[in-house]
T-cell receptor
Framework: DSGVTQTPKHLITATGQRVTLRCSPR?????VYWYQQSLDQGLQFLIH???????AKGNILERFSAQQFPDLHSELNLSSLELGDSALYFC??????????????FGSGTQLSVL | AQSVAQPEDQVNVAEGNPLTVKCTYS??????LFWYVQYPNRGLQFLLK??????LVKGSYGFEAEFNKSQTSFHLKKPSALVSDSALYFC?????????????FGGGTRLMVKP
């Protein structure tokens, strides 16, 4: 068990809808990263938050947004969903902001299916 | 821009035989290299990392990886494969000279170990 909790594990919704994915990092970790894993794109970095502030953005669509709350949990909001948004969304955490040599701890992911 | 290539989608090996999973990288600064493993319905788990020092890095579950600067490679190896090693393996790189925190993953290699 990595200590990173993601909910829900599975989410089935329709095109055009909006969903929220939740992540609780390991106790004491201030950094939260979101990744999207799909068959055609592989594992893509979406966004990084450190102690409530956005620190880096990757291949995140404008329809997607995220935030990290004072209690350090993070939410990834996906709106106007399209079929192509179906993927496994991972959250990962680490203790530092730079973490260049530090390993990440991954949650088990949220499997999003857009029908 | 940094990138990682895992040239093999799948590697098949018999139990007890040595295994190699290949990875090459491209980064402008000093490479910080990682291997992660993903078991079915689980998040990624850290296996090992190379930051500096000895080119041969030892990690979890008997895995090791060899950093080769001239060939920009970081192949994952294990002397004797187990059926339980069957999983999806990801190589990842970060630029050690860059203040950004993006960890770039390769496309993954599925390792199948047959009894």
């Amino acid at each position: 068990d990595s200590g990173v909790t993601q909910t829900p594990k599975h989410l089935i919704t329709a095109t055009g809808q909006r969903v929220t994915l939740r992540c609780s990092p390991r106790s004491g970790d201030l950094s939260v990263y979101w990744y999207q894993q799909s068959l055609d794109q592989g594992l893509q970095f979406l966004i990084h938050y450190y102690n409530g502030e956005e620190r880096a953005k990757g291949n995140i669509l404008e329809r997607f947004s995220a935030q990290q709350f004072p209690d350090l949990h993070s939410e990834l909001n996906l709106s106007s969903l399209e079929l192509g948004d179906s993927a496994l969304y991972f959250c990962a955490s680490s203790s530092q902001v730079r973490a260049t040599n530090e390993k990440l701890f991954f949650g088990s992911g949220t499997q999003l299916s857009v029908l | 821009a940094q990138s990682v290539a895992q040239p093999e989608d799948q590697v098949n090996v018999a139990e007890g035989n040595p295994l190699t999973v290949k990875c090459t990288y491209s980064v402008s600064g000093n490479p910080y290299l990682f291997w992660y493993v993903q078991y079915p319905n689980r998040g990624l788990q850290f296996l090992l990392k190379y930051i500096t020092g000895d080119n041969l890095v030892k990690g979890s579950y008997g895995f090791e990886a060899e950093f080769n600067k001239s060939q920009t490679s970081f192949h994952l190896k294990k002397p004797s494969a187990l059926v339980s090693d069957s999983a999806l393996y990801f190589c990842a790189v970060r630029d050690g000279n860059n203040a950004g925190n993006k960890l770039t993953f390769g496309g993954g290699t599925r390792l199948m170990v047959k009894p």
